[in-house]
C-alpha cells in the first residue's frame, strides 16, 4: 500500500534574492504557527497532537515520526538555503544516505567515488552484500571513468563528493550530471555536499537530484548533535523520501531541530573565518615543501575546476609527510589542534585518515585507492591563524622537521 499522509513535514520554501549569508539569518515565520509570536522557533517537544474529531482529521501534525512544527521549521529554512524543492532533516548524515538508498532496488546498481567518507563506504559495502544492489567505485575526478559505468537500466544512482574526503579530489559535478541524464534518463546524481556546505556550493543548481550533509558538520558547527539533510530537485523524488522517512522513523527529534537551526544561522560567518584561515594554512604549509591537497592553492591542478563549482575552497585540508612516524609524531605534538574525527567545528582538529575517520576500509583497498597512510588531516576552525600557524609550526618541529617562517 502506498502511504499518501500528506508531508506536512516539509513546506517549499524557495530562497528571495537576498545573499545567503542574510538567508541563513533569516527564519521564514510562516512555516510555523505561533500563537505567541515566539522570535526563536519554539521546541515541540511532543510525540502527538490532539485531533478535533473522532475520525483524526482535522489537525495538520498528529504524531512527531510524520511530522512536527520544529522539523517542518527546520526543514523549510533548509530547503530555502540549499534552493531545493524540498528537503528533509534526519538522524544523522549517514542516515540521509540510507534513506536516499532505499530508493535503489535488488538488481539495481550504484556509481560512487573511489576517495569517499569511510561510513558512506561501509553502508554500500553492506547494500551490496545484502541487498543485491552492485556498487561501481570509480576515480569521480575523471567523468570518463564514470560515464564507462553507466547502464540505462541499471544504474539507479550516481554517488558522488567534491571535495573528496580525505584526499581533497574535485569531480565536475556539472558535467557528471549531464551526461548521466543523458544517458540514463531514471538515474539519481547524489551529492554528499558536507565538505563545502550550501554556503560554499549548490549542487542542485550543478544539475544533482539529491544534495545531503551531515548536518554534524558545518551546518552545526559545534559538534553537539548529530543530524542529516536531504535536499531535493522535485516532489516526485521528495514524495519518495518522504516516504521512507515517515515509515522507517528516521526523522530528527525537535530539540536537535532547533539546535540545527541555531547553528544554521551563524554558518555564513563561520565559514568566512574558518576558509580563510584554511588558505593562510595552505599557503604555510606549502612552503615547507609539504604535499598540500587543497583546492584554494593555485599550484592545485584542480583549482580552475573547483572555483567553476563552488564559491570557496573551503576550510579542509591534507598534506603529506612522506612517513607515517612522522605524521604520527606531528599529529601528537599538536596541542592547540585536538586530535579527533569530524570536521565543521569552530575548533581546529587534526587527523590520520588513515587511522581514523577512514580505518574501516581495509588496508588494501586503501592501497589500491592511493589513499596515502601518511596522510594529515587538517579541519579548520575559526581561533586566530597566528595562533593555529604558530602551533603547527611547533609539531612540525618537534617532529624534527626545518620549519621556514
Ligand atoms: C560525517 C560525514 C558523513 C556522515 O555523517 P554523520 O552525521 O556522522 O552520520 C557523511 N559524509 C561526510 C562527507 C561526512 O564528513
Not at 213 to 236: E, F, P, R
Not at 330 to 353: D, H, K, Q, T, Y
Not at 359 to 368: D, G, H, L, M, Y
Amino acid at each position: 500500500m502506498i502511504d499518501t499522509t500528506p508531508a506536512t513535514s516539509s513546506l517549499t520554501k524557495r530562497a528571495t534574492g537576498y545573499h545567503l549569508a542574510t538567508e541563513l539569518v533569516h527564519i521564514d515565520s510562516d512555516a510555523v504557527k505561533d500563537n505567541y509570536n515566539a522570535s526563536s522557533v519554539p521546541i515541540y517537544q511532543t510525540a502527538t497532537f490532539k485531533q478535533d474529531s473522532a475520525d483524526g482529521s482535522g489537525g495538520e501534525y498528529d504524531y512527531s515520526r510524520s511530522g512536527n512544527p520544529t522539523r517542518t521549521a527546520v526543514e523549510a529554512h533548509m530547503a530555502k538555503i540549499m534552493k531545493a524543492e524540498r528537503a528533509f532533516v534526519v538522524s544523522t548524515g549517514m542516515t540521509a544516505l540510507d534513506v536516499i538508498l532505499r530508493l535503489v532496488k535488488t538488481g539495481q546498481e550504484i556509481v560512487a567515488g573511489d576517495d569517499i567518507y569511510g561510513g558512506t563506504n561501509r553502508l554500500l559495502t553492506y547494500v551490496s552484500q545484502y541487498n543485491g544492489v552492485k556498487v561501481h567505485n570509480v576515480d569521480t575526478t575523471d567523468p570518463k571513468r564514470v560515464e564507462e559505468r553507466l547502464d540505462p537500466i541499471k544504474t539507479r544512482l550516481v554517488l558522488l563528493e567534491s571535495p573528496t574526503n580525505p584526499l581533497i579530489k574535485i569531480a565536475d559535478i556539472r558535467t557528471i550530471a549531464a551526461r548521466v541524464h543523458e544517458l540514463c534518463p531514471s538515474a539519481l546524481v547524489v551529492v554528499d555536499n558536507t565538505m563545502m556546505s550550501p554556503y560554499l556550493q549548490n549542487t542542485l543548481q550543478l544539475g544533482a537530484d539529491i544534495e545531503y550533509h551531515s548536518g554534524t558538520k558545518y551546518l552545526s558547527g559545534h559538534h553537539d548533535l548529530m543530524a542529516g539533510v536531504i535536499g531535493c530537485s522535485s516532489q516526485s523524488v521528495a514524495e519518495s523520501l518522504y516516504f521512507v522517512i515517515n515509515a522507517s522513523g528516521s526523522g530528527l527529534g525537535p530539540f536537535d531541530c532547533w539546535l540545527l537551526l541555531r547553528g544554521v544561522k551563524t554558518l555564513g560567518i563561520r565559514m568566512e573565518k574558518q576558509q580563510s584561515n584554511a588558505i593562510e594554512i595552505a599557503d604555510f604549509l606549502e612552503a615547507q615543501g609539504l604535499k598540500v591537497h587543497y583546492p584554494g592553492l593555485k599550484s592545485n591542478a584542480q583549482y580552475e575546476l573547483h572555483k567553476s563549482l563552488a564559491s570557496g575552497p573551503g576550510a579542509v585540508l591534507s598534506f603529506e609527510t612522506g612517513d607515517v612516524g612522522l605524521s604520527e609524531r606531528i599529529v601528537e605534538s599538536a596541542r592547540l589542534w585536538g586530535i579527533s574525527v569530524s570536521f565543521g567545528c569552530v575548533n581546529s582538529l587534526i587527523s590520520m585518515p588513515c587511522k581514523m575517520s577512514h580505518a574501516s576500509i581495509p588496508a588494501e583497498i586503501r592501497k589500491q585507492r592511493h589513499l596515502p597512510e601518511d596522510l594529515i588531516r587538517l579541519c579548520v576552525g575559526i581561533e586566530h591563524v597566528e595562533d593555529l600557524i604558530n602551533d603547527l609550526s611547533s609539531a612540525l618541529q618537534a617532529a624534527g622537521l626545518k620549519v621556514k617562517r
